[in-house]
Nanobody
Framework: HVQLVESGGRTVQAGGSLILSCVAN????????MGWFRQAPGKEREGVAT????????YYADSVKGRFTISQDNAKNTAYLQMNSLKPEDTAMYYC??????????????????WGQGTQVTVS
């Protein structure tokens, strides 16, 4: 089993920047992918960015391309999401996920085994 703990969410003004962190604990050798998802009130959870194969490959939602960057520190079992040029529509609960299941898309929320509790990002 893998436990994920997110941090870094807060209220920020439009145009600002924020870095989210996700620390993985437990059977981290069993996962080769991590990702960030978000869910706004009344909306479905959507994929934001994912990273796998030791950081070689990354996927981004079209809505965040050029503004968000996902990275990871394998030594610390930590994934990061650098968010720049934030917009009010980026407001959501952001969740870290790990362990993509075969047959699912890299930004498909249904395709990940492990989830954190979420960290709130509010852009005013």
């Amino acid at each position: 089993h893998v436990q994920l703990v997110e941090s870094g969410g807060r209220t920020v003004q439009a145009g600002g920047s924020l870095i989210l962190s996700c620390v993985a604990n437990g059977d981290t050798d069993t996962i080769n992918s991590m990702g960030w998802f978000r869910q706004a009130p009344g909306k479905e959870r959507e994929g934001v960015a994912t990273i796998y194969s030791a950081g070689v490959t990354k996927y981004y939602a079209d809505s965040v391309k050029g503004r968000f960057t996902i990275s990871q520190d394998n030594a610390k079992n930590t994934a990061y999401l650098q968010m720049n040029s934030l917009k009010p529509e980026d407001t959501a609960m952001y969740y870290c996920a790990a362990g993509r299941k075969l047959g699912f898309g890299y930004l498909d929320a249904q395709g990940y085994r492990y989830w954190g509790q979420g960290t709130q990002v509010t852009v005013s």
